[in-house]
């Protein structure tokens, strides 16, 4: 969709990682024989090395009469299952930006027809990210909370947990993942921040510039699971996406739908604002993979190319 080009690749690195997700997403697209013999299972990482809060690919080449497949990384399972052509099968793993750099291993298991396990390893390499500081001066009723407030707060905070947890075996997203709104980014995705002088929690989405009541659409076809008031994030949207993929909508000055509202992409959620603990309209976009505080950029760019 053409408003979800608006976002420019400035930096080399950018540039670099766009051409690889462009052989990533070659691959998983290619047409072809499978290249490994029919009852072995052949697995790759793609990109094998990652940043915190990246999201990357994992593609299977799996056995005749495939039954099921899964993969399993830091002991947590994920699905492995679309893109599936010509006997290959593809799953998202998205890397938690607090992760610690490290070399992790991810297992691969699958069974066929006839029962029989097959199971593969590799390995994945996840570097650390410098996310940089963001100084803030918030009014102090936004920072220091009474002790209403902060239960209030830690109350919100236990919602969205075991929100995330939720896992829909139903893969509703498809394709590309699209910019939420049309504007430039204007915090990016995992700066630390410090408030008033005091360290806070990291930004666990991006920033986008936009007009007050500018249109806000959803990033892929999901359900929403979440409308309400939160005391950060104001009035917020919640979308899930299936496959443990939830995208989020904040400081919205008006929501559109209601929860269990089954939505298309594009579609409008509401409308951009400035509620919660907000210094100016403007759309929060964040995204969880299975509980996994990803940057949406790292979605968007892996994604970009994947036919509906
Ligand atoms: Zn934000």
């Known amino acids: 969709m053409e408003r979800s080009r608006k976002f420019s690749f400035e930096t080399l690195e950018d540039q670099v990682r766009l051409s690889f997700v462009f052989i990533v997403t070659g691959l998983l697209l290619s047409v072809g024989k499978p290249a490994y013999a029919e009852n072995t299972l052949h697995v790759e990482v793609l990109p094998s090395v990652v940043k915190q809060g990246d999201v990357c690919v994992i593609r299977a080449s799996r056995p005749a009469s495939l039954k099921s497949i899964y993969g399993e990384f830091q002991g947590e399972r994920f699905p492995i299952a679309f893109g599936v052509r010509n006997g290959t099968s593809a799953g998202l793993l998205g890397i938690d930006m607090d992760t610690q750099p490290a070399t992790y291993e991810i297992k691969v298991v699958a069974t066929d027809g006839s029962s029989r396990v097959y199971s593969s390893a590799l390995s994945l390499k996840v570097e650390k990210v410098d996310f940089g500081t963001q100084t803030l001066s918030l009014p102090p009723s936004m920072v220091d909370l009474d002790s209403k407030t902060l239960e209030r707060v830690n109350e919100e905070a236990r919602r969205l947990k075991v929100l995330f947890q939720g896992f829909r075996d139903e893969r509703l997203w498809s394709g590309a993942f699209i910019f939420p709104v049309q ?44 409308v309400d008031q939160l005391f950060f994030s104001g009035k917020s949207v919640i979308l899930d996406h299936g496959w443990g993929i939830y995208s989020m909508y904040f400081h919205l000055s008006e929501a559109l739908v209601r929860q269990e509202d089954r939505v298309s992409k594009g579609a409008i959620l509401g409308r951009v604002g400035s509620t919660g603990r907000s210094t100016g309209p403007h759309l929060h976009w964040g995204i969880r993979m299975s509980g996994a505080r990803v940057d949406p950029l790292s979605l968007f760019r892996l994604t970009e190319h994947l036919r509906e």
């Open 183 to 226: 504007g430039e980014i204007t915090t990016v995705f995992g700066v630390r921040r410090v408030i008033n002088g005091q360290p806070r929690s990291p930004h666990t989405g991006v920033d986008l510039r936009a007009e007050e009541r500018a249109p806000v659409w959803a990033c892929n076809i999901g359900v929403v699971v979440l």
